[in-house]
């Protein structure tokens, strides 16, 4: 956990920049008499600015929620300093929400529970055209961008809510879509209660606490934006500690602009770090939050050519989580004697580039291991084989030293099977009555471009 400040917190939202830069509109210092234990809203940013030509227009960041048509609907209010004639919502190539007129000079922005809602808060931008009677130009859009945030807090300082609450692609079973949220508190334990809108609580580490909304139970919980969330944490040095906190929906950046929306913003693509975090991830995972946000990850799960996203990379081998093999190779590792041993050290993996610069083979993977382990053996006095060829390791047969079936089945279902490519070495070593043998593997999956590496061992009495 990065230390965190564990004093008073307070809701800060930020402008991102516009074509002209937005701006926040200047505000007198207030001094604040704080009490212990409850935050001050005096930091908060309330309306955000963004000025072009001769529009200035400002949306107030804290969105409340209003019954319209028999619909519940985030409400976003804004306001020009020209009278205006027109307005619009929208994202790329779609109608989206309503924006009206409510007033010469004010608008609002209505985004219906449902999809449109959902999709804001999972990070689709929304774009506002604005139509202007008088100045030059008359025709502007404006961009927003709408998130859950935590707020309003109080309570003790023991407890630390994340304002932040970020959407992530987390599979669970037709949905995948997750919002989360932070609660940092040296705690055993951490309850959540309020009358509805109760997120998932899960451990992150020792003094850590994730908090899971789907979209339902988010909504819930934001909807009326009056109602406090209870957090209470088990203490570690004894008793509890509680805080409150309201989740609203903010807005969180605002830019504006006389061009074409879509050559200003133009939507981003998949990006390269994104598409390997991806790829780099070990069969069957479901959470990609180390990934990047909801929108960054799901841009880069139907790229069907890895070239489209990077550019060609010489051959370089990427260190990738393994853990999943450790029971089989701990399994492995079960049965030695007096008479007869052997062992077999945690399993390394790599990935090979998604876009190579050529076709990545077997002796060339071996080699950039080598450079690696300074221990490694010279690569010459290994066997270079396929699959057929496994069947000459101790380790991938089931022989009087260990299962190898099992652990190749293993190995496999992490590596995605099919076509293998493989270094095999065995040399004996040293061994005082009785003989022994260093026993090494490369397995390269060219399909799924996963590299599993084995250093074992096994030897018996003369």
């Known amino acids: 956990m990065n230390p965190r400040s564990l004093g008073l917190a307070c809701l800060v939202a930020f402008a991102a920049p516009a074509c002209s830069g937005p701006t926040e509109a200047p505000t007198d210092a207030v001094e604040s008499v704080e009490t212990t234990g409850t935050s001050t809203a005096a930091a908060t940013v309330e309306r955000l600015y963004a000025t072009e030509a001769s529009l200035t227009l400002s949306f107030e960041t804290l969105g409340t929620f209003e019954t319209r048509n028999g619909v519940r609907s985030l409400i976003l209010h804004a306001t020009a300093n020209r009278y205006l004639s027109n307005v619009f919502s929208y994202v790329p190539d ?15 922005v209505v985004l219906p529970e449902g999809h449109e809602l959902n999709s804001v808060l999972a990070g689709l931008p929304l774009f506002v055209t604005v139509d202007t009677f008088t100045g030059t130009p008359t025709h502007y859009t404006a961009r927003i961008e709408v998130a859950p945030r935590f707020y309003d807090f109080r309570g003790s300082n023991a407890v630390w809510v994340s304002e932040n609450v970020t959407p992530y692609y987390v599979v669970n079973g037709l949905q995948s879509l997750v919002y989360r949220g932070n609660v940092d508190a040296a705690a055993s334990a951490l309850t959540v209660t309020a009358p509805d809108g109760i997120p998932a609580v899960g451990n992150v580490d020792a003094d850590s606490f994730k908090l899971d909304w789907s979209y339902d139970t988010l909504k819930q919980a934001m909807d009326p934006h009056t109602t406090p969330l209870t957090f209470t944490a088990a203490l570690n040095a004894g008793g509890t500690a509680q805080k409150t906190g309201r989740l609203v929906g903010r807005v969180t950046s605002l830019a504006l602009t006389t061009g074409d929306a879509y050559d200003v913003w133009p939507s981003p693509s998949c990006q390269p770090a994104t598409y390997d975090c991806v790829q780099n991830q070990p069969s069957g995972t479901t959470d990609f939050s180390a990934c990047g946000t909801y929108r960054q990850v799901t841009r880069c799960l139907y790229v069907s050519n890895a070239c489209d996203v990077g550019s060609p990379q010489p051959l370089s081998l990427t260190s990738i989580n393994a853990s999943a093999l450790e029971p089989a190779r701990v399994t492995w590792n079960v049965g030695s004697n007096n008479g007869a041993w052997h062992g077999l050290s945690p399993i390394t993996a790599f990935r090979t580039p998604s876009c190579p610069t050529t076709t990545p083979t077997i002796q060339g993977v071996v080699a950039k291991v080598a450079e690696q382990d300074q221990s490694f053996p010279d690569p010459t006095g290994g066997t ?8 000459q390791s101790v380790l991938f047969t089931s022989n009087y030293y260990g299962d190898g079936a099992a652990l190749l089945q293993a190995i496999d279902a992490f590596a995605g099977g099919g076509d293998v490519q493989a270094w095999l070495y065995t040399q004996g070593v040293s061994c005082h009555n ?10 390269y999956y060219p399909a799924t471009r996963k590299v599993v590496v084995l250093d074992g061992y096994y030897g018996y009495d003369s």
């Open 94 to 108: 779609d109608a989206f929400g309503q924006a009206n007129i409510i007033s010469e000079r004010r608008l609002e």
């Open 384 to 391: 270079y084989t396929n699959r057929a060829g496994l069947s």
């Open 434 to 443: 009785c003989h022994e043998f260093d026993t090494r593997a490369v397995l």
